[in-house]
């Protein structure tokens, strides 16, 4: 199934990506019609017995192609994935190794078709009481999901998704949040939870995102092969703020101090949140809440890799 509007995803590109791929698999192309497309196109692709779906699209295309292939819960009759990237970061098909250019990547899941490689790679549970979904690479709140909002209310009035406007935004957004009342808490499975956080940013891969080619690693240890990793603030000062920045994008050492809180491998996470915070997951705003858990969910699914 292939998103027509994704941002690096031109009709003629699409056309060779299928053709391409129909060189070796009896493929039925669909493209997604509205948000939410892709993730019903998906469940059915299961419940039809499906033995492999291709995702051409961005992050979110591919977190709802996810979704639906994992609607019934985890299973051995779930399809196969393979993902050819066509959106902004791509961040899960980079992190399973593939170019992030369209067609390169096509050639790479069609050689590691022909080569019948494929992995089981965990992924994220959120739970919430109005919210139950998936996610395959990060889950953010408080700053991170203001500025994806944000970059969401901007492209749908027409911007593009560039380095620049993500940074722009980000600038803006980090004085205008608020700084001085933490609403954050974290509640890990052991039952210790640690108060007063700014932000936090939860992944189950690495890297978080990407900003142009060069990728963030707040939590280098995570991996589809292990749970839970946490990134967190406890203060917002700007300039401890933009050492931690200048740090990830220059691929210095990872952040940390007094005001850092980082956490490796965790089956499960709680945020609470005294006011209603921003979240989002995959890139993709979710809306404000007061308490979600995370949970991993160790090879929950099958990827051409």
């Not at 959120?126 to 889950?139: C, G, N």
């Amino acid at each position: 199934m292939a998103n027509p509007s994704a941002t690096a995803m031109s009709p003629r590109t699409r056309d060779v990506i299928v053709r391409a791929l129909g060189s070796e698999l009896k493929i039925d192309l669909v493209e997604t019609e509205r948000r939410g497309h892709a993730a019903d196109l998906a469940a059915a692709a299961r419940a039809d017995e499906f033995d492999l779906v291709v995702a051409i699209g961005g992050d979110g295309t591919v977190n709802e192609v996810v979704g639906g292939l994992l609607r019934a819960g985890v299973g051995p009759d779930t399809p196969r994935l393979a993902v050819v990237p066509g959106g902004n970061a791509n961040v899960f098909a980079r992190a399973l190794g593939l170019p992030a250019e369209p067609i390169e990547a096509t050639g790479a899941v069609i050689e590691r078709l022909r080569a019948g490689r494929e992995r089981h790679v965990g992924l994220g549970r959120i739970d919430a009481v109005d919210l139950h979904r998936w996610f395959t690479f990060s889950v953010g709140f408080g700053l991170d999901a203001e500025i994806v909002r944000e970059v969401d209310r901007l492209r749908k009035a027409g911007a593009r998704a560039t380095p620049a406007l993500y940074l722009r935004t980000g600038l803006r957004q980090f004085f205008r949040t608020d700084r001085r009342h933490p609403a954050l808490s974290l509640l890990r499975a052991e039952g210790d939870e640690v108060e007063k956080i700014f932000m936090a940013i939860v992944t189950n891969t690495t890297p978080w995102t990407y900003f142009g080619d060069r990728p963030l690693e707040p939590t280098p240890d995570a991996s589809f092969d292990t749970g839970l990793d946490v990134f967190s603030l406890r203060r917002l000062a700007t300039i401890a703020t933009s050492n931690h920045l200048r740090r990830l994008l220059v691929g210095g050492p990872t952040p940390r101090g007094r005001n850092v809180l980082a956490f490796h491998d965790l089956p499960r996470v709680t945020v609470r949140a005294s006011r209603p915070v921003p979240v989002e997951a995959d890139g993709e705003y979710l809306g404000e809440h007061t308490e979600i858990t995370l949970s991993s969910v160790p090879e929950a699914l099958a990827v051409i890799a």
